[in-house]
Every structure is written in structure tokens, then in C-alpha cells.
């Protein structure tokens, strides 16, 4: 159109009561693009509706109160007339219709009980008329109700990594059996597939990605996991920039929240100064995750300084650590005690001051000023540690956690400065810890129980919840020495495979463990495997097949969605057979959720 040319368009507006900003531009040969002065906001309005109120979701059987709210803003006091419809699997208590005087510029609410008999998501209808001769209007409000079984939801998790390449990992069996006190109507079972050995966790991230809370403890619990998900999706490339900010600026706030419960020596307590002091096992879990972080985000040399100086000055001439301090969360610790547990304090201590020297030249040159301080640990360590005892009661769940971790700090001394151990003192450290695992099936775990177990239900809403706890903290520490001691070769990663698979076994559906500190050892274990296994070619398909009915499905991965979680719906009470053909792995979880009306003790 010409410039002398008028335009018209007409539209609906929105049914939003509400007002909305209008903007127009024009484009033209002569003129090119034209933008119209802002026009007066539109407001879209009723003098007469209503506002049907529904919870999110409604549990099966229970008696629950609607409420619908009818606004009058008409000139005169009217009379309404409302009716609430509903689906003959939802109980009304009371008259379905209801009258109303509302004054005019004034409101009035119709109040209901109603009560599902059945599962699902059933519409619900509100309507409210103007009765005739007190005025005129109408309207109607139609939403859904969320329809759930009642009880506590519990669920049955089954991992593993399907991998064609190993004789034993192409092919699982699974069953989708619930137990007989499960409340009726109330159990599914769902399979979820994904190339990337961290799937599970990365797709419950949103658990992960927030903001840290809580005091100096549950911060850092909240904010270690994110340094560990940041480091895995940076070396694969795989972290898109909305997620990379968010992460990003989690990093930050748990960084500047942390510090507010720091001491004027440096040490760090659950309380900051309101405590008498500081605590050494969470300064150095600071020290060390804060080393960690500061590749993410900036870090101040100087509180990794005073971190480590407090550090260096609670070790005792034989090269242990003081436990100085208390911690409140003490599960955090990983629940050893006695000389096993002075051990593990002296690695936990020595991971986190290496992990620090590694980020930061400033703390190098503090440790320069002490009397050889990781000489003197790893001294302790290789007399000290359990891996140094005999054979007599060394497979005790203390004693093989403290192994774990103590072959995770030689480990990675050894790396950091390959002058602090030889390679055969390193080598024969590894072999002991190996000696004290537990295989069956092709898998490995150090400590707990073991693989036959029945697993237990978990509830659904916990994403601490999986396999045995100390057996989880153990074996990741044990996957971390392994992991610590890389070859060139890429041999440890064989080797490191089936605690692994372990580990990943012990998944719950949300991707974390039972505890939080054995989620967090955990899931830096995993990723840290995860990492250095990466493979950039993934192309299977996975069949999953009922073998007690004709029911089957495939699912292809490929390159192009190894990250994606896909998801099959299963038929219950039946059992299958998932088979992988072709390049590459994946991990695989079977999930059967029910209801149960209270919790097992």
C-alpha cells in the first residue's frame, strides 16, 4: 500500500482479562519500515465472570473443598445462579446449584465438596448466570482436575549400561512385578534409555541446578553436585549457554554463601562464628570443592590460602590431621570412627589440599612454607592405612571405606607430583584395594552388601535414595583412585568399568543415591568416568521385549540424540528382555511406581 493508503486488521483479543500493550510497524518501497507510536494499552474486560479455584492434584477417595468466585462489576446488585457439572466419577456433597446476591462492584464464592472415585484427569464445569430481571450476564469456567491414587508413592529402580561390545552388557532381564499391599490402580512401569552413562542425572538436573541454601554443611552439599555437572558437560561439550549461566551464577551464590560462615583463621563450621571453631573435615570439603569451582567461576586465592594454612596447621607430626571442630551433619563424614576414621580424615584432608595446589599457585607456595606436608601425609597414609594391615578383618565396611579413600588420595598424589610415591608403591596400593572388592556378575563393589539383594522401594519424591550407602561412598572412592591413576593407554577405564556399572546400578530414578554425602561422592565419581569414557560415536537400537506376551518396542540412539532421555510406558506384572544392537552404550533404567498406604519401617 502507498503512503495515502489506510490498513485495517482486524483480530479476536484474547479471552485474558487484562490489558495488553498494542504495537504496529509497516514496511514499504518508498518509505521502508514505518514503526507506529505506542497506542493506548487495550484492555479486555467483563463486567460479570467467574473463577473456578482447583488444588493442582487431588488424591483418590478424599473429600476436598472447590471454590468458584463470581465478580460483579456491572452498575446494579444482581442475582446469579450457579451450577457446578461434573463427570459421574466425582462425588458432589451437597446441592450442585447454588444463588449468589453479589453487590454490584463486589464479588461472592460458591463453595463445594466433591470427591474422586478414580484415577486420572476428569473436567470439571463452573457456570453462573445473571438471574433475568436483576441484570444480564454469563459465564462459564471449565478446567481439569488431576486425579491421583491415594497413599505415598514408592518405586522399584533397575540400572545397568547396555553395551553390545561387552559379551555380558548387550542383554538385561527385568520384570515389572509390584508388591500385593500396593494400592490398586495406583503402580506403572516405565523404562527410560539415554547415551550418556550421567543420563539419569542430567535429566533430574533441575534437583541439581539450584540455588545453595541451607548453613555451612548443606550448602556446600547443594553446591558440590553443580561443580561436578558444570566439569562433566564443559569437557563433552554438551552444556548449552542458558544452562551454562544458570550454573554458572548457582556457582557464584554458593561461593559468596559459603563464605559467610567462614572463621578469621579460614576454616570454615556449620555456623560460621557462632561456632567455637572451625571444622577441618569441612574446610577441607570447601577447600576442595572451591578448587574445583574455580574453573567456573572466580575464586579468591586468598581464602584457598587461609583454607589451607588452617589445614596445615591441624597436622600432627606423623603426618595425620586433627579432627578439629564438629561437624552436625555427621552421615556427611561418611560414618567412620577409630584409627580407620584418623585415616580417612588424613586422605579427605590430603585430596583437598593437592586439589588446591592444582588451582592455585598461591597455595603451592603457602605449602612451601610448611615442613613437607603431602610428603608427610603420604607417609602416614602408606604406614597407617588399612591397606598397610593384614588380611585379618580388613573387608569390614570401615576399614574397606578407609582403604578407598586412602588409595584415592595416594592416587592422586602420585599424579600432582609423581616424586611423592613410586610407581610400584602406587601399583601395589591399587592391587590391595582391588583385592578387597567384591565381583559378581561383572560387576565390583567394595563394602555392604551385596548384588543378589532384593532392592528396596524408595519414595518416589527422595533424590537420596538408591543402594546401600556405605557401599555407594566406598566404591566411588575406590572408582576415583582408579580414575586418579590414568594410563595413556586407557586400560584403567576397563578396569574401572564395573564399578562403574556398580555404581550406576545403585541409581534411583532421579539419578542420585541414598544419603547426600554418598549422592555427592557419587555422582563425582560417575562424572569424573563419565568424562574420561566419553565416546563421541553412539548408533544402537534398543528392543525391549515382554516375555510373557507379544508386547515389544525398539528405541534408536544415535549422535544426534545421545542426550535425550526417551521414555516407554510397560505393560505391568509381566517380564522382558531389553536388547542393545550396534555401536556404543547406553544407560537403562526400569522404574515400577505404586502407591503403598503407609510407609515400611
Known amino acids: 500500500a502507498s503512503a495515502s493508503d489506510g490498513c485495517s486488521v482486524e483480530t479476536v483479543a484474547p479471552d485474558t482479562i487484562t490489558s495488553w500493550e498494542l504495537d504496529a510497524f509497516s514496511m514499504g518501497s518508498e518509505q521502508g519500515l514505518q514503526v507506529a507510536p505506542p497506542a493506548e494499552p487495550l484492555t479486555v474486560f467483563k463486567p460479570f465472570f467467574s473463577l473456578l479455584s482447583l488444588p493442582r492434584v487431588a488424591k483418590r477417595q478424599e473429600w476436598i473443598e472447590v471454590s468458584a468466585a463470581v465478580f460483579n462489576y456491572g452498575q446494579q446488585n444482581v442475582v446469579a445462579q450457579t451450577s457446578l457439572s461434573l463427570p459421574a466419577t466425582i462425588l458432589l456433597e451437597g446441592d450442585a446449584t447454588q444463588s449468589l446476591f453479589i453487590e454490584s462492584g463486589s464479588s461472592k464464592t460458591a463453595y463445594f465438596n466433591i470427591s474422586a472415585t478414580s484415577v486420572g484427569i476428569e473436567d470439571i464445569l463452573f457456570t453462573a448466570r445473571v438471574v433475568e430481571g436483576t441484570g444480564t450476564g454469563s459465564d462459564a469456567v471449565q478446567r481439569p482436575l488431576e486425579v491421583e491414587a491415594e497413599g505415598l508413592v514408592q518405586e522399584l529402580t533397575t540400572n545397568a549400561v547396555l553395551d553390545p561390545s561387552e559379551p555380558s552388557g548387550e542383554a538385561l532381564q527385568f520384570e515389572t512385578s509390584f508388591p500385593q499391599e500396593a494400592v490398586e490402580g495406583s503402580a506403572h512401569a516405565s523404562v527410560s534409555i539415554v547415551g550418556d552413562l550421567l543420563g539419569p542425572t542430567l535429566d533430574g538436573l533441575e534437583r541439581l541446578v539450584r540455588l545453595p541454601t541451607g548453613c555451612g554443611e548443606q550448602t556446600m552439599i547443594t553446591f558440590a553436585p553443580q561443580v561436578y555437572v558444570t566439569g562433566y558437560l564443559d569437557a563433552v561439550n554438551s552444556l548449552p549457554a542458558e544452562l551454562r549461566k544458570n550454573l554458572q551464577s548457582n556457582i557464584a551464590v554458593g561461593l559468596q554463601r559459603e563464605l559467610t560462615y567462614r572463621h578469621e583463621d579460614g576454616s570454615f563450621s556449620a555456623f560460621g562464628e557462632s561456632d567455637d571453631s572451625g571444622s577441618t573435615w569441612l574446610t577441607a570439603f570447601v577447600l576442595k570443592s572451591f578448587a574445583q569451582a574455580s574453573a567456573f567461576s572466580f575464586v579468591d586465592s586468598e581464602v584457598l590460602v587461609k583454607a589451607t594454612e588452617f589445614l596445615l596447621n591441624s597436622q600432627l607430626p606423623d603426618g595425620s590431621f586433627r579432627s578439629i571442630g564438629k561437624v552436625v551433619h555427621e552421615d556427611m563424614m561418611g560414618g567412620v570412627s577409630g584409627a580407620d576414621g584418623k585415616a ?67 592416587a592422586l598424589a602420585r599424579s600432582y607430583r609423581p616424586l611423592l610415591l613410586t610407581e610400584e608403591t602406587l601399583s601395589a596400593t591399587m592391587s590391595e584395594l582391588k583385592s578387597l572388592g567384591v565381583a559378581e556378575d561383572g560387576l565390583v563393589h567394595w563394602g555392604g552388601a551385596g548384588q543378589d539383594e532384593t532392592p528396596a522401594a524408595c519414595p518416589r519424591w527422595s533424590s537420596h535414595c538408591g543402594g546401600d550407602s556405605a557401599a555407594v561412598e566406598t566404591t566411588a572412592y575406590a572408582l576415583l583412585a582408579m580414575l586418579s591413576g590414568a594410563r595413556s593407554d586407557g586400560a584403567h577405564l576397563a578396569e574401572a568399568l564395573p564399578a562403574a556399572r556398580w555404581l550406576i546400578q545403585q541409581r534411583n530414578s532421579n539419578g542420585g543415591f541414598r544419603s547426600t554425602q554418598d549422592t555427592v561422592v557419587g555422582l563425582e565419581s560417575l562424572s569424573g568416568f563419565a568424562t574420561q569414557a566419553y565416546q563421541s560415536g553412539v548408533d544402537l537400537t534398543v528392543t525391549i521385549s515382554s516375555l510373557d506376551s507379544d508386547w515389544q518396542e525398539s528405541v534408536r540412539v544415535s549422535n544426534q540424540n545421545r542426550d535425550v532421555v526417551q521414555r516407554l510406558e510397560l505393560p505391568l506384572g509381566q517380564r522382558f528382555r531389553a536388547l542393545a544392537e550396534g555401536s556404543g552404550q547406553v544407560a537403562f533404567t526400569s522404574t515400577v511406581e505404586f502407591n503403598v498406604l503407609e510407609m515400611a519401617e
Open 344 to 410: 580417612s580424615l588424613t586422605s579427605f584432608c590430603l585430596v583437598a589440599l593437592l586439589e588446591a595446589a592444582k588451582a592455585s599457585s598461591q597455595v603451592e607456595a603457602k605449602m612451601a612454607t610448611f615442613d613437607k606436608p603431602l610428603e608427610r601425609a603420604v607417609s602416614f597414609l602408606l604406614e597407617s592405612a588399612p591397606l598397610a594391615r593384614g588380611a585379618q578383618g580388613r573387608n569390614s565396611g570401615k576399614q574397606a571405606y578407609a582403604a578407598a579413600i586412602s588409595a584415592y588420595a595416594l
